[in-house]
């Protein structure tokens, strides 16, 4: 095999920046993403429309206007991981251990939310829980209620869980830049992952203490099927 040439790299840090055959530090590294600028989609009316009928009974979802307004109160979310489960194989080729893929893995992803002062948003993926795992007595399901199933308090209840494509949804995190709107760009550049039959698998505890105040987060975890990547090219308007 030919020897695979590394050309050298080199940064001009002096004035001028840019002499036209070095290129700055800015040049090369001054358009990196942030962090902090992104936004997750629910698309709860996405498909069976019983989950939002439910939400709509809990009173979570009853404001159309306002539903969306879900979507902003994430304070943080992780990006999906994928990975390989592997075999090997060993000796078949004079000894090397090979490793083969089998099938994509994916891991679950977690989004944080800002607590709203009427608790909506915890209620919410209470409710969407509540919707997959219903309680249940012999005369029947207990239904949604802007209290919650606070009746259901007899030790015959028991849960029965729906069928899948009942409570599975599209969930979109979308990474896009500062510069969003400017630059007469009609349109720009985005990075969105869309999770496929995903739902919600936990709810972490929400500390709660007289030392000191601060804003009141809770951690949501979901599983999903896959993934897809749609990537927005910026254009110019």
């Given at each position: 095999?030919?020897n695979?040439?590394?050309?050298?790299?080199?940064?001009?840090?002096t004035?001028?920046?840019?002499d036209?055959?070095?290129?700055?530090?800015i040049?090369?590294?001054?358009?990196?993403?942030?962090?902090s600028?992104?936004k997750?989609?629910?698309?709860?009316?996405?498909?069976d429309?019983g989950l939002?009928?439910?939400l709509?009974d809990s009173g979570?979802?009853?404001?159309i206007?306002?539903?969306?307004?879900?979507d902003f109160?994430?304070?943080?979310a992780a990006?999906?991981?994928?990975?390989?489960d592997?075999a090997?194989?060993?000796?078949?080729?004079?000894?090397?251990l090979?490793?083969?893929?089998?099938?994509?893995v994916?891991?679950d992803?977690?989004?944080t939310l800002?607590?709203?002062?009427?608790?909506?948003?915890?209620r919410?993926?209470e409710?969407?829980?509540n919707y997959i795992?219903?309680?249940?007595?012999i005369?029947?399901e207990?239904?949604?209620s802007?209290?919650?199933q606070?009746?259901a308090t007899s030790t015959?209840?028991f849960f029965?869980?729906?069928y899948p494509?009942k409570?599975?949804?599209?969930?979109?995190i979308?990474k896009?830049e500062?510069?969003?709107?400017?630059?007469?760009r009609?349109?720009?550049?985005t990075?969105?992952?869309r999770m496929?039959?995903?739902?919600?698998t936990?709810?972490?505890?929400?500390p709660?203490?007289?030392?000191g105040?601060?804003?009141?987060k809770?951690?949501?975890?979901?599983t999903?099927?896959?993934y897809i990547?749609?990537?927005?090219q910026a254009?110019?308007s």
């Amino acid at each position: 095999m030919a020897n695979l040439p590394i050309s050298p790299l080199y940064i001009k840090q002096t004035l001028p920046r840019d002499d036209g055959q070095l290129k700055g530090a800015i040049d090369l590294f001054g358009a990196l993403s942030v962090t902090s600028q992104f936004k997750v989609s629910l698309h709860l009316s996405n498909g069976d429309a019983g989950l939002l009928g439910w939400l709509r009974d809990s009173g979570i979802t009853s404001n159309i206007q306002k539903n969306s307004f879900y979507d902003f109160f994430c304070a943080e979310a992780a990006l999906p991981g994928v990975t390989f489960d592997t075999a090997a194989e060993f000796g078949s080729h004079q000894g090397v251990l090979e490793k083969f893929p089998t099938k994509k893995v994916y891991t679950d992803f977690t989004i944080t939310l800002y607590v709203d002062n009427e608790y909506q948003n915890i209620r919410l993926f209470e409710e969407w829980m509540n919707y997959i795992n219903p309680i249940n007595t012999i005369k029947g399901e207990y239904s949604a209620s802007e209290i919650g199933q606070g009746g259901a308090t007899s030790t015959n209840d028991f849960f029965r869980v729906r069928y899948p494509n009942k409570y599975r949804k599209i969930i979109s995190i979308s990474k896009f830049e500062r510069d969003f709107y400017t630059g007469g760009r009609a349109q720009p550049t985005t990075l969105t992952y869309r999770m496929i039959d995903a739902y919600p698998t936990n709810i972490t505890a929400i500390p709660v203490t007289y030392e000191g105040s601060q804003i009141t987060k809770t951690t949501i975890s979901f599983t999903y099927s896959r993934y897809i990547i749609e990537k927005y090219q910026a254009k110019t308007s």
